[in-house]
């Protein structure tokens, strides 16, 4: 959300600033297959009601396409596509000329970054204009307000700089900065973290100050904070706040990745940053620095590199041998991330990425298919915390996000446990962690490998400090601020686990979410999550699956089509769907390789090949469960995407990793309901 003190304002301010995208980003719009649109392309793309159209709208503008004929075929009313044409007038006025005082203050009324002035100008800005504070008084005038918030705009009168003059006050002051927007990848779990942090600071005595804006969080309750601004995280906008308030110090490992990527321009800004530094935070990101770290504490990691082009990424690929995973730097939630299993995969994958300007490069590291394991520490530069170790249902590949994790690990050898509790020991400190550090590892061949370091809070920290009792957030704010672990009780090393087994499951919204294939991969894609717990991991795996909305059918039929890979594990897959007394009907492929290993599968032609092909089968009424997982994916006229999608449309289970089809059955095989389980007060444990 965005404030502004006009409408149009506003609504730029909420497409420009949060996402620091602008409308001339979108230079040359692309159809479907990489080739600069036509006029006729461009037409035909406005019928497309999607996240895009805005876009689409603009660039029919740029081409000269009427307002009314846009209207005619989006319906948008014209005074919005007027607004929109406003701004396309005042590019074309900041492309012509020298880049006067004028343009460069009416394109700042308008919510441009200086970035984009100077991009599309192709001029430095000679005088730069910070923006001043509004304030939304919370008693409406009344009475004073003691916890106002402020947005902040272009004009003379700095309101915020008056409310801190009559208010005055001798606490430190420390500006919290959250997560912005809410998407697949940074959810509320980071919002849980700022609150928790604004909470602790105050009983320390601190002024606390929120930056936030989204209006779906606690964070941006007036009354969290001793202040709100609600205002977007981008560079431009924290150097103004910070002006404003000239704050003690800043927490930015409580806001994701989103707020972890202003720490080198807060630094740069000379701000005090309260934990980490952005010195180790490099440390962490950048492959070069971090490979020299790991080298130095003798912890290994998958062989990668880091490239910018698509010869480059074909060469490392090859060397590395597939599959590979490719990913750019500084991403949450596997944004962008996949795994390539050929050239021409890593071809498509750089050609997209490469189309727009890389300020960080592309990684490429070797897949190892092993268990996943995260563990979220909290250190004092001396100490470390592991409150617990959460292992993967799931092998590596697919997203953290994604997996269904399990607290406490179940199949993890005392030796490997060891081990992750000394590796992460020696990056805590030789990252000079101050507050959280989320880690996560890959066990292959009974070996520890480190996948990433983030020195920040994750989207498991409120599910940790759930189970076990330990509030993180709480601790790590009381560390940054100069307290240590020994004088809150607490020893070095693991925390001892307790009676119950936490099961996180994810959640997922694809009946909502058109053409998106619901296969798993390390891009994350669910969009919440649930939590089962209970004196067993099949009953506490139980109640999450129930609670994520899977609909646990004892009898039925399974629909089956995997990848050659996991053709050898899938008969025994089959062999207990068919002892619980499933009837299994499979692809060719697949048919073929249960049928030769005494399975009875009944054959599925694909889509339109014979009858009945899968859908027909989708459709029937006939199957419960689909397991189905392929090489390839993403496109929406792939065979396999259609039947996964189908299934979504039919509200049928589909399962897309073989590990997700063996702890169903686990639940399947106690022959239990919700209702036979032990219903368990999670404030007791």
Request: proline share 3%; hydrophobic share 40%; glycine share 6%.
């Amino acid at each position: 959300m965005s404030m502004k003190d006009t409408l149009k304002k506003a609504k730029d301010k909420a497409k420009l600033n949060p996402i620091n995208l602008t409308l001339a980003d979108i230079q040359n719009l692309e159809i479907a297959n990489g080739h600069e649109a036509t006029d006729e392309e461009v037409l035909k793309k406005l019928e497309d009601i999607d996240v895009d159209r805005s876009f689409c709208v603009f660039e029919a503008l740029k081409r000269g396409i009427s307002v009314d004929v846009i209207h005619d075929i989006t319906k948008i009313d014209k005074w919005f596509i007027s607004k929109l044409n406003n701004l396309v007038q005042l590019e074309k006025w900041l492309a012509e000329g020298e880049l006067t005082q004028e343009k460069y203050d009416m394109a700042k009324k308008y919510c441009y970054l200086d970035s984009t002035i100077e991009r599309i100008s192709g001029q430095k800005i000679k005088e730069r204009r910070l923006a001043v504070y509004k304030m939304v008084d919370t008693c409406a005038a009344e009475f004073s307000a003691s916890t106002p918030y402020f947005y902040n705009t272009f004009d003379r009168e700095n309101e915020a700089a008056e409310f801190i003059e009559q208010h005055p006050t001798d606490k430190k002051k420390v500006i919290v900065f959250g997560s912005g927007p809410i998407r697949i990848g940074q959810g509320i779990e980071f919002d849980y973290c700022s609150v928790h942090c604004v909470w602790t600071l105050k009983e320390e005595g601190c002024e606390a100050i929120i930056c936030n804006n989204n209006p779906e969080t606690v964070s941006t309750d007036f009354d969290t904070g001793d202040r709100l601004y609600f205002d977007p995280l981008t560079k431009e906008d924290v150097e103004a706040l910070i002006a404003t308030e000239k704050p003690y110090g800043v927490v930015v490992q409580f806001g994701g990745q989103t707020a972890i990527k202003l720490i080198k321009h807060l630094t740069a800004l000379g701000v005090r940053i309260l934990g980490t530094s952005a010195a180790d935070v490099d440390a962490a990101e950048d492959r070069e620095l971090f490979d020299e770290l790991l080298e130095k504490c003798s912890i290994p990691r998958p062989k990668g590199s880091t490239v910018f082009t698509t010869e480059e990424a074909l060469k490392t690929a090859n060397e590395l041998g597939y599959p590979v995973l490719l990913r750019p730097s500084y991403v949450l939630g596997g944004q962008n991330m996949i795994i390539a299993h050929c050239d021409s995969d890593v071809t498509e994958y750089m050609t997209i990425i490469t189309s727009h300007k890389l300020e960080n490069p592309v990684l490429i590291d070797k897949y190892m298919m092993g268990t996943e394991v995260e563990v979220d520490a909290i250190c004092d530069g001396e100490d470390f915390l592991i409150p617990g170790i959460m292992e993967h249902i799931e092998r590596a590949g697919i997203h953290s996000g994604d997996s269904i994790s399990i607290y406490p690990a179940q199949t993890l050898t005392e030796h490997i446990k060891r081990v992750i509790i000394d590796y992460t020991e020696k990056l805590a400190k030789a990252l000079h962690v101050v507050g959280l550090v989320n880690i996560q590892y890959v066990v292959y061949n009974h070996e520890v490998f480190v996948i990433e370091v983030n020195p920040r809070s994750s989207r498991t920290v409120p599910y940790i400090s759930k189970v076990t009792g330990v509030n993180m957030v709480d601790i790590a704010t009381k560390i940054i601020l100069g307290a240590k672990l020994k004088d809150m009780g607490y020893k070095s090393g693991l925390y001892p686990a307790g009676d119950y087994i936490a099961v996180k499951v994810p959640v997922f919204s694809f009946e909502k979410l058109n053409d998106v294939d619901n296969q798993l991969g390390p891009e994350m894609k669910s969009t919440g999550e649930c939590l089962g717990i209970a004196k067993t991991f099949s009953e506490a795996l139980l109640k999450g699956l129930i609670a994520a909305g899977y609909k646990l059918h004892h009898e039925g039929g399974v629909l089956i089509s995997v990848k050659d890979g996991d053709k050898n594990e899938i008969i025994e897959i089959a062999s207990r769907f068919e002892q619980l007394g499933f009837k299994i009907y499979a692809t060719s492929g697949t048919a073929s390789v249960l049928n030769r290993n005494m399975i009875a599968a009944s054959h599925a032609y694909r889509i339109g090949k014979g009858d009945p092909d899968v859908i027909q089968l989708l459709e029937s009424g006939k199957i419960q469960y689909v397991i189905s997982t392929s090489e390839t994916g993403r496109q929406p006229s792939r065979d396999s995407v259609k039947m996964r999608r189908k299934a979504v449309e039919r509200s049928i289970a589909c399962l897309t990793a073989i590990d997700t089809a063996n702890a169903l059955l686990d639940c399947l095989e106690m022959h239990k309901t919700v209702n036979d389980v032990e219903l368990v007060d999670i404030t007791k444990i």
